[in-house]
Nanobody, 121 residues
Framework: QVQLVESGGGLVQSGGSLGLSCAAS????????MAWYRQAPGKERELVATITSRGNTDYADFVKGRFTISRDNAKSTVYLQMNSLKPEDTAVYYC???????????????WGQGTQVTVSS
């Protein structure tokens, strides 16, 4: 059974920084893309940043220059460093991984349980 466990959320003042991490565990053959999404109250879940297995990254316009996604393949962990946080960054942040549990077959998408990030003004 595969699990994605996030940590690092919390309360921070506007302009502050927070770091999130998400570790994948279980019977995993390989991990492809990993990503962070977020969902604010009353809004749909939206993509924040992605990173490929080779380390290529992409960001939503609203976090470019402020957030940095990275990963440690040896630890099956993805990180999100969030700087210059704004109140509008307040949301539940979810990690996402596309991975294979066997050498054959198609990859599947897994989600973490979410971690709350609250930015006060």
């Amino acid at each position: 059974q595969v699990q994605l466990v996030e940590s690092g959320g919390g309360l921070v003042q506007s302009g502050g920084s927070l770091g999130l991490s998400c570790a994948a565990s279980g019977s995993i053959f390989s991990i492809n893309d990993m990503a962070w999404y977020r969902q604010a109250p009353g809004k749909e879940r939206e993509l924040v940043a992605t990173i490929t297995s080779r380390g290529n990254t992409d960001y939503a316009d609203f976090v470019k220059g402020r957030f940095t996604i990275s990963r440690d393949n040896a630890k099956s962990t993805v990180y999100l460093q969030m700087n210059s946080l704004k109140p509008e960054d307040t949301a539940v942040y979810y990690c996402n991984a596309v991975l294979q549990i066997r050498w054959y077959g198609l990859p599947s998408t897994y989600w973490g349980q979410g971690t709350q990030v609250t930015v006060s003004s």
